[in-house]
C-alpha cells in the first residue's frame, strides 16, 4: 500500500513540475529579454462606481418591458371557412412567411366563422409582428399582415 502511495505521491509531483515548467513558473516575462524594466510604467484605469443613486430615470418612465397588442380578426368578407392564425415576431422574417419560425409564435389559435379577438402582452424587443391566417380551403394561399410597434402601451391591431 505504501508503495502505491509513494507512486501517486511521484506522478503528482512530476505533474505540478510540468506544469510550472509548462507555464514558465510564474514572473512576468516581457519583450525586453529578461532586462530589468522598461522605466515607465502605465498607471491603473480608474473606473468610476456607479450606484442605483446615481441613475437618472424620468419620472413617466414605467420601466415596463412589455407592450399590450389587442387583435381583432374579421376576415368574414373573404371567408367564414375554418381558419387559423398564427401571430409571430417579424424580426428575422422581414414577411417572408418561409422565414417565421413558428414553433416561437406568441398566438397560435382558430378563428370562429372567420373572426376572432386576442389580447397578447409583446415584450418590446419585437418590434414587428407577423400574422398569417391560414384558410382551409383548397388552393388557398396564407394572408399575411405585420404590426410596426410605435413604442406605445397598448395598440390595437384590427385584420380584415
Known amino acids: 500500500m505504501s508503495n502505491a502511495l509513494t507512486a501517486i505521491k511521484y506522478y503528482f509531483y512530476l505533474l505540478l ?24 510604467t502605465t498607471p491603473p484605469a480608474t473606473t468610476n462606481t456607479l450606484t442605483v443613486q446615481d441613475l437618472a430615470i424620468d419620472p413617466d418612465n414605467k420601466l ?38 413558428f414553433d416561437m409564435c406568441l ?13 397578447l402582452r409583446v415584450a418590446n424587443h419585437c418590434e414587428e409582428l407577423i400574422a398569417v391566417i391560414w384558410i382551409m380551403e383548397q388552393g388557398r394561399q396564407p394572408m399575411t ?6 413604442n406605445q ?4 391591431w384590427t385584420i380584415n
Do not use: M, P, W
Not at 380578426?73 to 392564425?85: E, G, L, N, P, Y
Not at 398566438?107 to 389580447?119: A, H, P, R
Not at 399582415?145 to 410605435?150: F, I, K, P, V
Open 17 to 40: 513540475t510540468a506544469l510550472l515548467i509548462g507555464c514558465g513558473g510564474g514572473g512576468g516575462g516581457g519583450s525586453n529579454g529578461g532586462s530589468g524594466g522598461s522605466g515607465s
Open 64 to 101: 415596463e418591458s412589455v407592450y399590450q397588442v389587442d387583435i381583432d380578426v374579421d376576415i368574414s368578407a373573404t371567408s367564414t371557412q375554418r381558419a387559423f392564425i398564427s401571430v409571430c415576431d417579424n424580426s428575422d422574417a422581414k414577411g417572408d412567411i418561409s422565414q417565421v419560425d
Open 107 to 119: 398566438l397560435k389559435s382558430s378563428l370562429t366563422q372567420g373572426k376572432g379577438s386576442f389580447d
Open 153 to 156: 402601451r397598448e395598440t390595437t
Open 145 to 150: 399582415y405585420t404590426l410596426s410597434h410605435d
